[in-house]
């Protein structure tokens, strides 16, 4: 597929300033003049990295200068390349050629061997890769700004450092793309070897034995279906397509394909408020999720209308900039909806926020390109409830009331993955959108919210679900298998785990089989607040009602468990462990100690209308047919052969 002459002159010289700038396509470009301008202040002069304050990285404190460089880079190369709005609407005031200047100056000393701001040397499997590979997109985006103008001897200097890449391995995940841009990138910009397309091909076809099916992607040795799959294997997979799907177009075409088939199922990850589901690592990124809607655009791909496109990038980005996402220095923070450290993975530093701006492809579209006129569409969660069955992950993506949710069936996620970065962030039975789930700092304590986990009575750790192995995915229903324990610890729990789904409400059933004995625990939606102070309502050990005014959560047992208590964040003398808000307060069952055979039983609900909160009636539990009954929700007929009976 060609470019067209729009996009061609957009990478090679860029349109004049005008007056009649789209109001959708000024708005943008406010916004990412907005994220610059905080950098600008940081900007020292001899210097190849911004000081952004925040926690270090375990890959060394060379790659997270590098990192501090990086990724601003790309944000600076979207707005550099975009056209300036007029003066009377330029809120920010940001020098162009000033900071371009720096860009350029931090390129040419960063990748300096003499200089004491060089970066360093590629070293097998390092950090460094992944940045290289960024680069090379922020150079090709902003070319005009950010190459054009270095002199050739300084083009070789930084074309040297990039080649390090060469014969360098990557990991057997999405991280096979670096290696892919990175040289593809030299290759075009003159710079290519002996050996390089051959490379290119090899490493396209093991990320091709990723593909599991309708454009979903296992992340390789990670074992992982998340946000990986949209900002990573398809936005890489668009941008070569794009720029340089002229070298095989078979290949291009094949990807974009896959494209379509993904964005068919991933555009309903996005809620009413315009945030998409949290789910996986790397979520501190935020916007990064709206890459794949900009290539998309920019390929031309027929999956999605441009105002629904437009739509969801818009409220996405307003959505995370509408909330106090920056640090103490007016920099992007570490964190989801605010800072946050304790969602972040060991491989982030202050720097890595700044991946977000790989959502921002949509601003290479000139501004006479109709997404920034047509008329906006509204997003599937806007439109009303849905359920959307996803075979390749094994997950059932459903909208209630506005609201987004994924449930899980198919779990996959490596043993060193969860070590490192949690299960719990891929392992929960439900995640859904504006509720938000609670961390934690020691994967030996898997949290209790939306998950069942087991203890030995007393132990220190607390086991949770891991990979799994999907049993049946339907609209209405969907099982799992899988069992607790780890490699090295002499425990194990078998389980077979059920779940059914009613408006806002979850039933869910465990048949579970102990080896040792064990206490189980099942908690409900975890709900968050800025202040302290929730209302409570309690029915025995059975049922719990929360509300913090704007939201609720409910629980309530139906048969296995012993005991009802609170899991609770009320005071500063512990650490933040919600995702969305300081303060929590989680209702969870538990039982007493067990072995052998068992099952359990339970309902969770949250949502805004209370009165859908309220418990339900059992008018008939018998084996294989269930029927309850709601005050508000009415009946709710079940028929499944693993509805066992409770007397």
Aim: charged share 25%; aromatic share 14%.
């Amino acid at each position: 597929m060609k470019q067209t002459l729009a996009f061609c002159a957009l990478l090679l010289g860029g349109p004049l300033l005008r007056a009649d700038l789209p109001e959708s396509y000024v708005q943008f470009e406010q916004w990412c003049q907005g994220m610059v301008a905080p950098l600008v202040d940081l900007m020292e002069r001899g210097k190849a990295s911004l000081p952004i304050s925040g926690p270090p990285s375990d890959h060394g404190e060379m790659a997270d200068r590098l990192e501090a460089y990086s990724r601003p880079s790309l944000l600076a190369a979207f707005w550099l390349q975009m056209e300036a709005v007029p003066e009377e609407k330029d809120r920010h005031g940001v020098e162009r050629e000033k900071v371009a200047e720096w860009f350029r100056q931090g390129l040419i000393l960063g990748t300096d061997p003499e200089h004491e701001q060089y970066w360093g040397h590629l070293t097998n499997y390092h950090q460094h890769g992944v940045e290289m590979a960024l680069l090379a997109i922020a150079l090709d985006v902003a070319r005009e700004h950010l190459w054009d103008p270095l002199r050739e001897e300084e083009k070789d200097q930084v074309a040297d450092w990039l080649g390090q890449m060469r014969g360098n391995p990557r990991y057997w995940n999405n991280h096979m793309f670096f290696s892919i841009l990175t040289l593809e990138f030299l290759r075009e910009y003159g710079y290519g070897e002996r050996g390089d397309k051959a490379t290119v091909d090899y490493y396209f076809k093991q990320l091709e034995k990723m593909h599991h099916g309708g454009g979903w992607f296992l992340d390789g040795t990670n074992e992982s279906f998340d946000h990986y799959n949209a900002f990573a294997f398809h936005t890489y997979g668009l941008w070569w397509a794009w720029r340089f799907g002229e070298n095989d177009p078979e290949r291009a075409e094949r990807w974009r394909s896959w494209s379509r088939e993904f964005i068919r199922d991933y555009q309903l990850l996005f809620s009413e408020e315009g945030g998409h589901l949290p789910f996986g690592r790397s979520i501190t990124y935020r916007f990064n999720s709206l890459s794949i809607f900009g290539l998309a655009t920019l390929n031309e791909l027929d999956v999605l209308p441009l105002g629904h496109k437009r739509r969801t990038c818009r409220k996405n980005l307003e959505f995370f900039l509408d909330k106090p996402i920056e640090q103490e220095q007016g920099a992007l923070s570490l964190g989801w909806v605010d800072e946050f450290h304790g969602i972040i993975e060991p491989y982030s530093c202050a720097g890595s926020p700044y991946w977000a701006a790989k959502g921002l492809f949509m601003t290479l579209l000139p501004p006479e390109h109709p997404f920034w006129t047509v008329e906006e569409e509204k997003l599937p969660a806007e439109k009303g409830d849905f359920v959307r069955v996803v075979e390749a992950p094994a997950f059932v993506i459903r909208g209630i009331d506005g609201t987004v949710e994924l449930i899980n069936a198919g779990n996959r996620c490596s043993r060193s993955a969860a070590r490192r970065y949690g299960a719990w962030k891929w392992g929960k039975i439900s995640y859904r959108s504006g509720i938000g789930f609670l961390t934690t700092p020691d994967n030996d304590r898997y949290p209790l919210d939306s998950a069942l986990t087991a203890e030995r009575p007393g132990g220190e750790k607390r086991y949770g679900r891991h990979p799994t192995i999907p049993i049946a995915i339907g609209r209405d229903h969907l099982a799992a298998s899988y069992a607790f324990g780890n490699r090295n610890d002499y425990f194990n729990t078998a389980l077979e785990t059920h779940v059914w789904w009613k408006e806002g409400w979850l039933l869910v059933i465990h048949h579970v089989e102990t080896y040792q004995p064990t206490v189980l625990k099942q908690g409900g939606f975890a709900l968050g607040s800025e202040r302290p102070e929730f209302r409570t309502e309690t029915r025995g050990r059975r049922y719990a009602f929360i509300s913090n005014g704007r939201q609720a959560t409910a629980l309530q047992a139906l048969a296995g468990y012993d005991t009802l208590a609170f899991d609770r964040r009320l005071d500063d003398t512990s650490p933040r462990r919600h995702l969305n808000h300081p303060y929590h307060l989680l209702a969870y069952l538990a039982t007493g100690e067990r072995e052998g055979e068992t099952f359990l039983a339970h309902l969770y609900w949250s949502g805004e209308a209370e009165e859908n909160g309220a418990p339900w009636e059992a008018e008939s539990l018998r084996k294989g047919h269930w029927q309850l009954v709601h005050p508000v929700l009415g009946k709710w007929d079940l028929r499944h052969a693993a509805l066992p009976v409770i007397e």
